[in-house]
């Protein structure tokens, strides 16, 4: 299953795809060289888009869900570079205590969580499931529906660490985002570690400072390999006190619409790009992409009805959205059995170990395709990230799917990059 | 392409088989904290025979050829293997020099090493051929017969480095196994890493070192899993002083012959195995199990004719042969495509990358297919290797290759402890 690049691709992108190819043996030591010095988070997702003429992260997600959708080929790539992670945390492990999304139950996640824990079990792990939700006294065993259930049990606080009534994991792995803030029965775990770190969860997270991080990653990347850093980067602006419903900073936002589309306008007429930009309006913090509003024009925003404005003041899980970030919209021209499609690429320690096509039948390539009615078409991603072909042409597949394990791997690194910075304890990063 | 088990498993080998998957999470942290305390060996291959009621290594080489025969799609398994193992050795590495067989220059070997460095330079290394041949004036340019041609280039010593006229390696990767003895041009090469060291090399290592290293190892594995050590092990003699022409010593190794037939007949008698053992003599030190003979008698020995004992006294190379192992003989049940196969387990730093059957259609199940007339059938050996499948029998194949996988690092971890055993220099080992 290949996608269909049914638009073409741009000289100058072609260009960028071809000097990363040429130069793939320098690129792997570069990172090589970056993971000396940055610690990759323990796992991440990464939402790609190519609009023919630039390739850029859109999202990093560093609490994936979709394990069920990578190919079961690309699985002992996975459980490889699970080893390789797990023996840097904790060499000695036995015991790992998986948290899974406290919002989710349905089918699809509690596949993607048994995926996942095959994945971490194949490293040597015993695993077992505990739930920060303070209400849950007992163990609860939930029904994936498909004759196979999942036990979920009360976390249990032992001084410095957390368990379960008979379990003491030496690594603690969230599977949740944390949107509604940190959990109580997680602070001052100071005796194991925590992946990713708490300080990686919305509650604290903020996509600004994680495409700042990226920004000067995609900047240091680009000088060393040459080429223009608009390529694989996108203009955003952070707006903070907005209130939607109520009107205070929705000027700002516009503003700040505004001068997205007029640098994006700027770089589209520098590369000849004839289309018009647009922007894209989201939460400064929260997950999967939810509340993502692309907007053509700042009036858009001025103009906005009650109802409209009520839409864009509640974010992810309801929360009311008071931060926005204000970002280049990058279009996306893959097409998977004729709907529009993203890859997205997984992530173990500093590996790519698999990725997918998010498809969507009923949106445009303007849109957000993390939407009720998308589906997943798992790509044999992991040979082709690690292979590029260099008998191939630079349009091929397996040589484009490098090129995207080269720009997935950025955003990976600015993710290692933006946790650093944001550590509560900076010193620990000396 | 799956193995055909033409016979059935007897059932304390199934029993075996079944209790590895069961354990498996466990034999992975094993795993884990055996190589806290122990390096392997940068890559090896390992010769497996499954006779039905045993399942054994036979010959675990250090230098492997055969990277070509290796599925393509377990190619990135061995990518991000590799990656694992340079990080360790030398972080910061640019340059690598790879040591090709200096007595190999057939179409096959060649491509084998080109493979070999197409995962190396995926790693981020640039990759140039040396040579060890003191005769080697200037670059040759080796044709591979299919419009490829691979340029060998003579080393250069600087103090105590060793590269090529404009290239200095960070890491030298030996692909001799270095029958003939240590080359001059790598003695006292202490600014570089040697992967693997010199003494891996058949001048200076033993078979039966690496099966005393390997007993123990399996004997503490099958403490700790609970299983009779036998089924994964061979009993083995060490004989030197050897000369089969002159005929001094060839009592000793018929006295050998007759001991280890006497223990393995105790042994079948004790599993209930219906068949006569044998015995294969080879040479202590050499590769390519050329040299190996089955032997089912001593008698065979004593009565040989001086035609016989001239072929057993020429080992791998042409070098004579004074040190013999007499191990007991392991069968093989598989076949593949109507020929007597074994499998063929490549590993890269402690990880299961790929592997072959290795298949002769005109050999019979008790003699060695190391031998012109063999081909290989690749297999998608990692997935299983990796991910063993809790919902099959322990018949299905997959399950098999797990088992196989987990042998073969006992192999691996042997030949770590034999290194570091047989270290001209144990202090380095602390």
Known sequence: MLPDFAQAISAPLQDFERHLLEASARIERWFRLEWQDHTPPFYASVDLRNAGFKIAPVDTNLFPAGFDSLSEDTLPLAVQAAMAAIEKYCPDARNLLLIPDARRR???????????????????LRVRYGSVDPALASPVRIDAGDGETLLVEPLVRRGFRVGLADFDPCSILLNDDLPAGLPEVLANVHEQVLLPPLHAGWALRRKSRHFAAYA???????????????????????????????????????????????????????????????????????????????????????????????????????????????????????????GVAEPVVYTIDRYVVGGFYRVHTQRGPDENLNAPGMHFVPLPFAASCHLPDHGESVEHAVNRFYVYGVVARLALLAAAVELEQTDPDPSLYG
Not at 106 to 120: G, H, K, N
Not at 246 to 263: F, S, W
């Open 106 to 124: 349905d089918a699809r996640y509690l596949r993607s969580l048994r995926r996942l824990s095959t994945i971490l079990r194949q490293t040597g």
């Open 216 to 338: 000067e990653v995609a900047r240091r990347f680009a000088r060393q390999f040459d080429f223009d850093p608009w390529l694989v980067t996108t203009h955003f602006v952070e707006c903070s006190e907005v209130d939607f419903v109520g009107g205070a900073g929705v000027d700002r936002v516009a503003a700040a619409v505004d001068r997205i589309l007029r640098q994006a306008r700027a770089r589209y007429r520098e590369h000849g790009i004839d289309e018009a930009p647009f922007a894209v309006v989201k939460a400064n913090a929260g997950t999967c992409g939810i509340g993502v509003t692309p907007v053509r024009d700042a009036a858009q925003l001025r103009r906005a009805s009650p109802a409209e404005r009520q839409a864009m003041a509640s974010g992810p899980s309801g929360r009311a959205v008071d931060e926005v970030v204000v970002q280049e919209g990058v279009r996306t021209v893959e097409t998977v059995d004729g």
